[in-house]
């Protein structure tokens, strides 16, 4: 058996079946987990080698239609949420962003006066930041060339449990940082509720594109590992949290995973209203009762530790 991806225990064990969120993407319904029994990280199992497709379509494919403005409000609020983590880098300092995606977050941090850039393998996503002037490279993070010593910041913002081997690539961030240089790595957490709620609907268990799903035990000790000193680590966020929780509480009601963001993602399965019409009568009876239950439970969450993602800072 495999080592841990994130603490290096010598061996995981077979813990269940995961289904795949894009099952014709992945080319499978469902795929192993395996379990560290040290530090609670799950790894998945048997991922394609080719993998470019699952961040081109499915529910990775860019919003289609006019839903771009209608998001843009909470587009804006979630990254201003996130610039409270970027401010023990240096004002003015290089940073980079690995996944950077269309380059939104990269665009802002110049806005904010940092020397910032990004990185990310999808060519549309290479593409989307090209239109809007932020400087992403189209390259993977195990392939990048990045000088050593040369950044006072790099971020990871739901990025690193995409990774094939997240310690390498967290060992290399560590040698392109100054010293005191420092990391942002946001991740999906396992071990919270919204996790345990869900099961194997929860909406961060996202594979196979998700090759290794955190506790916070183990990000810790991920980071600890390649040479980081672990500082706060946050797990309230307006990002990703309340919908993370919000949707898994409306699987457990709806036959098909994450009916309600593909909906929004223009994404549903084909045949119309015959095959999914139970499930958007679901969720639009059920959508709106839900909200303040899925913010309080995962405001409850957050503050017992068991929020539904987390936020580690370190430092060179």
């Not at 939104?104 to 850039?117: C, I, M, N």
């Not at 739901?158 to 010293?179: F, I, N, Q, S, Y």
């Not at 019409?277 to 913010?295: H, K, N």
């Not at 503050?303 to 430092?315: D, Y």
């Amino acid at each position: 058996m495999a080592s841990c991806p994130a603490c290096g225990a010598p061996a995981l064990v077979a813990w269940r079946a995961a289904s795949a969120s894009d099952p014709e993407l992945a080319g499978a319904a469902s795929f192993l987990l395996e379990r560290c029994q040290r530090c609670g990280t799950a790894a998945t199992v048997g991922v394609p080698t080719e993998r470019a497709s699952l961040y081109e379509g499915g529910t990775y494919a860019p919003p289609r239609g006019g839903l771009s403005p209608a998001i843009e409000p909470l587009r804006r609020l979630a990254e201003r949420d996130r610039m409270r983590f970027v401010g023990g880098i240096r004002p003015g300092g290089r940073v980079l962003e690995l996944g950077a995606g269309d380059g939104r977050f990269v665009a802002r941090l110049a806005r904010a006066g940092y020397e910032a850039s990004g990185i990310d393998p999808s060519a549309s996503a290479a593409r989307a930041a090209a239109a809007i002037g932020a400087a992403v490279e189209r390259a993977g993070a195990e392939s990048a060339e990045v000088a050593e010593g040369s950044l006072d910041g790099v971020v990871i913002w739901h990025a690193l449990e995409h990774l094939d081997d997240p310690a390498g690539v967290l060992g290399r961030v560590r040698v392109w940082l100054r010293p005191g240089g420092r990391t942002v790595v946001a991740v999906p957490n396992l071990a919270s509720l919204q996790a345990r709620l869900g099961g194997d609907l929860w909406f961060h268990q996202d594979v196979p594109r998700h090759r290794t799903h955190f506790t916070p035990a183990g990000l810790r000790a991920l980071h600890e590992r390649c040479g980081l000193r672990v500082g706060r680590v946050s797990q309230l966020l307006v990002e990703q949290n309340p919908l993370g929780m919000w949707q898994t509480l409306l699987n457990r009601l709806t036959r098909e995973r994450d009916f309600a963001f593909r909906m929004l993602k223009r994404d549903l399965s084909p045949g119309g209203v015959g095959v999914w019409g139970r499930d958007l009568a679901v969720t639009l009876l059920a959508g709106a009762p839900l909200v303040p239950v899925a913010v309080a439970l995962e405001l409850t969450a957050g503050l017992a530790g068991r929020g539904g993602s987390l936020v580690l800072e370190a430092q060179a």
